[in-house]
């Protein structure tokens, strides 16, 4: 009977999610620079209408709404497998090095190799895988503990940091593609970066959904897992390689886009708690609700400017994570 309960929360739970991202996708269609009726978009999805308002809505507004939902939930999952991983509400997939690895090979090849602009994507995909795995032979001493994990993370994304910036200031009269990518934007994106980031967000969100029990297992303990027979290092380190997978698909995607990882997870524990089993799930939902509202009000709050969604990201994000900090803070009696 418990089962069916939980069974049914999760259910009812993504249902409601599910509404409101489609309400929300919806109202995205209408808004922009040439706003569009209810009915205007309705005849641009059917193939009917004026020839620019089905350009508008089928080859701009629509890409981007579904790219910024496949984003949202790819770095939401992650960021539930990193908490999981450290065993902290705290971490964030940039907490193990993935955004600076992406970002380094990004800027790296922007600024000194702009013929091979088309490439940008897959050397950050590149960069970001790289980077987890070297965070992880720096911090591999008869295994794998959290703490080494986020010292290791801290100290690459400090060295990357610095090399970033040196490059930007040797480069200062050509930051124009590096600050987009920075700053994480899914304009001017299409369907053919849809179909790249499917592909490789399918994979990663089913091998995430088989990682349920080892992230409820890491819950208990290094202790009472270890006791259970299971090999925690081995554990962590599958977990974390799933969580910079889909990390790294959608730096690759969109650039830099922070802070996701770190709130959607624990709005969805207010929601349906801390089984794994509903917290992927839920999370994976909501996170798509969260960036594709994020990118709606980036493009529609300012009239004739777009703020990037990992600015609109970084400036709800950041009390958010304030709070958690203080939260934290009062619960342990410091």
């Known amino acids: ?10 259910s009812s739970t993504c249902l409601v999610l599910l509404a409101i991202l489609f309400l929300i996708s919806i109202f995205a269609l209408t808004l922009g620079t040439a706003p569009l009726s209810m009915s205007q978009v309705l005849d641009a999805v059917l193939g009917k209408g004026p020839e620019e308002a089905q350009v508008i809505v089928n080859n701009l507004r629509m890409p981007r709404i579904v790219l910024a939902a496949e984003v ?36 790296t090849v922007l600024l000194l190799f702009p013929g091979l602009l088309a490439l940008v994507p897959v050397f950050a995909f590149g960069g970001a895988m790289l980077a987890c ?26 060295v990357l940091g610095a090399y970033n910036s040196f490059l930007q200031m040797l480069n200062s009269d050509n930051l124009s593609g590096v600050l987009a990518f920075m700053n994480g934007s899914i304009a001017g994106r299409g369907w053919d970066d ?89 999370s994976t939902v909501l996170g798509a609700v969260l960036l594709v509202a994020a990118d709606t009000l980036g493009r529609t709050l300012v009239s004739g400017m777009e703020i990037p969604v990992g600015i609109v990201m970084a400036a709800t994000g950041g009390p958010f994570f304030l709070y958690m900090l203080r939260k934290k803070a009062r619960v342990s009696g410091t």
């Open 133 to 158: 795995v070297l965070i992880y032979i720096l911090a591999w001493r008869g295994g794998v503990d959290p703490v080494r994990i986020i010292l290791s993370g801290v100290a690459i994304n400090t």
């Open 1 to 10: 009977m418990k089962r069916e309960v939980s069974v049914l929360k999760i």
């Open 194 to 282: 849809i179909q790249i980031i499917t592909f490789y967000a399918s994979i990663g969100i089913v091998l995430a959904l088989c990682c349920v029990k080892s992230a409820n297992i890491l819950q208990l303990g290094d202790e009472m897992a270890t006791g259970l027979g299971v090999n925690v290092s081995n554990i962590r380190i599958f977990l974390s390689a799933v969580g910079a997978f889909l990390a790294a698909c959608t730096v690759a995607a969109a650039g830099m886009i922070g802070f996701i990882g770190l709130v959607v997870p624990h709005i969805s524990r207010m929601f349906v708690g801390s089984d794994y089993k509903a917290l992927l799930p839920v």
């Open 72 to 107: 949202g939930a790819c770095l939401a999952v992650s960021g539930a497998l990193m908490q999981a991983v450290m065993r902290n509400p705290l971490a964030d997939p940039g907490i193990i090095g993935v955004s600076a690895g992406a970002a380094t090979a990004a800027t």
